[in-house]
């Protein structure tokens, strides 16, 4: 019998192995096909490191540079990153430490070089102990931290490597310039590849996340509207959540803050690369970044009233469907209008915007008015008795459930305590708040009261949005907005 | 005239020179004093880097290793990081990716050494090709990026470093045999220090981050309520929300994802440091965080509400204070005994925490049920004279302060087109939207729904947060929770 098993095993493994090279291949071919630049970048690093292994394989080149070489070799591998500017920012990085760290080294080396040699191994000790200590503290603020940290830590290198080597290599500074060379020429060839072949820069990326943000954030309001007013329930699961559409789109918002802040410190260090403005405004993208996040929250209270336990009876819903719709869809145009606008590099024009977002909110004004009974209690004499009817029949139903859920849950208490208990109370418990909340009667009115009240909030928070659109379309001298067909 | 502008120019330099002594003073002392592992992780460093270069400095250690004690200097330098769980991970990266990469390199030289000169060459060309652009590929895989990285990367390195290095030097084994002893030293070193001289534990960062965001959300909450039932009217800029005390409680919460991931990352790698449990439970922690995250954007949509343009007037808000409050405080009781629970790492009792909970929502429906009047919109007989009297005159007093910003708005449009007519729209524009909402009557019953149940929905966000963190509990090997006196 145990053979059998490790037989069922066996084949099992087999049966693994010979799906897994179709599997392997599936992936590779999908993390390509998600952003082909990643194959062209891979590209670019085998071939770069090629080119500069050719100064250690080829005979003439290395007479030239001797064992030097490997310095060239390192930097490629170190600083050659996915973008113009990450590659910029780590090079320069790399350079300047190095830069600094041999002068200090030098200058600490032309110090000691007077006294004898116990003297120079204590005094060498004492500055190696000195400098890697404040070096370190100094990577804990958080401005070296943010910007300059591998620039610190290549600084501290450096200095260990020249002052080390110093005490033994009698001519250090032939070394330091050999080295200096290969690492000037490994750079060299980073910048080229990264700056002049096929270059990927972080602020377009910075720019297409932007506007990926904006349209996902559109499309989530105009999916949550949609679902709020579906007649069918909708289930209200936390794990769900985590697979619904509707937070797929706006997911990339809410944790976007040190994607952007990456990328925009990058494309800080990148040289221009457009015509039309003499700068990169990657600070504003960052604010627009902070905005859109802001309203993204708001989107997210939005979905929260879509999970929430307490619900407005679909039929009292219903009677607001078509303004709040209205009003979301307006919405979601506004937004989809400004991510163009980001999109074509021309400025927005917020009146046009805002003018049917007021007519919308006007709407609903009006609907809401209309329903004076709706915000009324059960006690109310202004309900129509067939809604009357209705609301208590919920009511009770959902006492009942409650009731009955309370007792199994109050027997279950009252078992002695042990694993099985615990793990079966969790299963149970979870429900005693939601039963708790749904059971109270004033439920019924507050939901769609909350749900509006959102709606009218994200588009107090979409000015804000508009706002700081405009501030980039002037920051980035996007095109000027024209009136007639201009828009898309 | 230029001479003394030059001379206040330069008195103001000297001034600021005189001062910034003192203000980098201050500035160290300041980042020192808030956290002092900062300067004992600085020690640490400096003293290990004096261990290392040891090795160097004296006679009979530097016979037996040579110039290769460079290495052990430079593995000092990289992989010495501030947790404990943050070396292991980059030393263990270092170690397994140079291995791998040693390996293959000897694979390829055993291969290639049978032939001639040219052919080596070429082969280690097109082998160097192949890695590099494999591998560079290899690290787009989210997976491998997340967790192997560094060690990737050094592998490339290492690869590159061999078996450029094989085609000069003739006994590459014995180099590579030096150099790996010396990182081992290197690596020796950190891992003593940073596991046994005040070690930092990544797994204990991520435990009181998690205390201290839950207490951070239980302040927001309580103050969000006490600043929405304050009769002084708030501000609604939302530049100054960024100062918010608030706004700071929760702030860490939103953002905490990435800091959250690292710190498990990191903490996955750390050897148990407890007698409690056999394994510590990163990834709970990792999953508590999403659950508090949830619950976070639940606060922002209440802390929304206190800057929402539409409000409710005080006087109807008053109605609901009590109730509101005693919620609220009930929640926040909540959180503070969870997080109690999680800092003195002993279970916690669901029940008791709950019970108050369900207490104050019902005290709250009672009150809404006994105002029903509150939902009624201006043209119900149901009103009490007085309150429909006043909000008659609010509407009023809105729409025609409303209708006089429209007036200064409109005229400006109608001037001709140009910069300093972009800023002044700017200025006035933003007022627009806000505008349009504050002067719709149906404002006045809203908000206070909006936030009666956006406070419900967090009670019910609360079973998940209370959900997660039992499990915590169990999974961590908590204490069990005792009935009497236990409760903190």
Avoid at 463 to 487: S, T, W, Y
């Amino acid at each position: 019998m145990p053979m059998d098993s490790f037989n069922k095993k066996a084949l099992a493994f087999m049966e693994k192995t010979k799906r897994s090279p179709g599997f392997i291949c599936r992936k590779i071919w999908k993390v390509g096909r998600d952003d082909p630049r990643r194959a062209i970048h891979a590209l670019k690093v085998g071939f770069s490191l090629t080119l500069v292994s050719l100064l250690y394989l080829m005979e003439p080149l290395f007479k030239g540079v001797g064992q030097n070489a490997i310095w060239a070799v390192m930097t490629v591998v170190v600083v050659l990153e996915f973008t113009a500017g990450a590659t910029l920012c780590k090079g320069l990085n790399r350079g300047f430490g190095t830069l600094l760290a041999a002068s200090l080294a030098f200058i600490f080396e032309f110090i000691a070089r007077e006294y004898g040699k116990v003297f120079r191994a204590v005094f060498i000790g004492a500055s190696i102990f000195l400098i890697g200590t404040s070096t370190t503290f100094l990577r804990f603020f958080p401005k070296i931290k943010k910007n300059y940290d591998y620039g610190v830590v290549i600084f501290l290198l450096t200095f260990n490597l020249i002052t080390v080597s110093s005490y033994r290599v009698d001519d250090i500074l032939k070394l330091a310039k050999g080295r200096t060379y290969m690492i000037g020429i490994g750079s060299g060839i980073c910048i080229l590849m990264s700056l002049f072949i096929f270059p990927n820069w972080s602020g377009e990326d910075l720019h297409n996340n932007t506007i990926t943000k904006i349209e996902g954030l559109a499309k989530s309001i105009e999916a949550c509207v949609t679902e709020y007013f579906n007649v069918e329930e909708p289930n209200s699961d936390i794990d769900e959540t985590m697979e619904d559409p509707i937070y797929e789109n706006y997911k990339a918002v809410l944790d976007s803050k040190s994607t952007d802040e990456t990328l925009a410190l990058h494309a800080s260090w990148e040289p221009r690369h457009s015509v039309h403005c003499h700068k990169f405004p990657c600070q504003q993208y960052v604010k627009l970044g902070g905005v859109l996040r802001h309203f993204g929250y708001g989107v997210v209270a939005l979905h929260g009233s879509l999970q929430t336990e307490i619900r407005t009876p679909i039929s009292i819903r219903l009677l607001f469907k078509d303004p709040c719709i209205r009003l979301a869809s307006e919405v979601t145009k506004a937004l989809m209008e400004l991510s163009g606008s980001i999109r074509n590099r021309r400025q927005c024009s917020p009146e046009n915007i805002t003018e049917q977002i007021h007519q919308a909110l006007q709407d609903l004004d009006t609907a809401l008015k209309s329903q004076p009974r709706l915000f009324l209690g059960t006690n109310s004499p202004y309900n129509t008795p067939k809604m009357l009817a209705m609301l208590t029949t919920t009511a009770k139903q959902k006492f009942e459930h409650h009731l009955s859920n309370m007792n199994t849950d109050s027997s279950s208490e009252r078992k002695p305590k042990g694993v099985s208990d615990q793990t079966e109370k969790r299963v149970l418990r979870p429900t005693l708040s939601k039963l708790a909340i749904t059971s109270l009667e004033f439920s019924e009115a507050l939901p769609i009261a909350a749900f509006v009240a959102l709606l009218v909030e994200l588009v107090a928070r979409l000015d804000f949005v508009i706002e700081e659109v405009e501030k980039l379309g002037r920051v980035a001298c996007f095109k000027e907005f024209k009136h007639a067909g201009d828009v898309v």
